[in-house]
T-cell receptor
């Protein structure tokens, strides 16, 4: 089992460019999440999908969109990248969202917006 | 405001020594508290999960404690190893599941 995989690992964009971060999990989990991690700060939730077919905004959704393509895949799209979106992005999954639940994280995508 | 604060920000210890990391939170109503280990360039990996009724949880050389009355948790690492060099993140969840607050982490360096 690969767990949670993310592509790409690194990406450099120019301001205004768009891109999609891909995430897939092979643990048959229902819930998936996108976080960003900035220096000196805790991870912040961008969007989450409690189950296939549903998506909801997290703490910092502005400038992002998501798609829950199927049970395995959850993508994050930046339509017009801004330097403030320079960050490390983590995808995570959990079996369900009933507390307490364990989240499994991917290796991250390091994004730089120039 | 719901917050999770960790101390110290960073810590350097010698291999074989013990250390304790602190986590104070103001999240209410409290549901559960998790400790994660994050190696450089990797995603966080869960170490322990504690609910309101638990006050200690161990995972090998890692022992987490929770005092829900004072809203404090600690992570004790025994007989540290070089591979313990990482960031340790405290995460607190509200009652109701998905609302979690991540601390900024403590960066631990273990030296030979």
């Amino acid at each position: 089992n690969a767990g949670v995989t993310q592509t790409p690992k690194f990406q450099v964009l120019k301001t205004g460019q768009s891109m999609t971060l891909q995430c897939a999990q092979d643990m048959n989990h229902n819930s998936m999440y996108w976080y960003r991690q900035d220096p000196g700060m805790g991870l912040r939730l961008i969007y989450y999908s409690a189950s296939e077919g549903t998506t909801d905004k997290g703490e910092v959704p502005n400038g992002y969109n998501v798609s829950r393509l199927n049970k395995r895949e959850f993508s994050l799209r930046l339509e017009s990248a801004a330097p403030s979106q320079t960050s490390v992005y983590f995808c995570a999954s959990s079996e369900i969202m009933v507390t307490p639940y364990e989240q499994f994280f991917g290796p991250g995508t390091r994004l730089t917006v120039l | 405001k719901n917050q999770v604060e960790q101390s110290p920000q960073s810590l350097i210890i010698l291999e074989g020594k013990n250390c304790t990391l602190q986590c104070n939170y103001t999240v209410s109503p409290f549901s559960n508290l998790r400790w994660y280990k994050q190696d450089t360039g990797r995603g966080p990996v869960s170490l322990t999960i504690m609910t309101f009724s638990e006050n200690t949880k161990s995972n090998g050389r890692y022992t987490a404690t929770l005092d829900a009355d004072t809203k404090q948790s600690s992570l004790h690492i025994t007989a540290s190893q070089l591979s313990d060099s990482a960031s340790y993140i405290c995460v607190v969840s509200h009652t109701g599941g998905f609302k979690t607050i991540f601390g900024a982490g403590t960066r631990l360096f273990v030296k030979a």
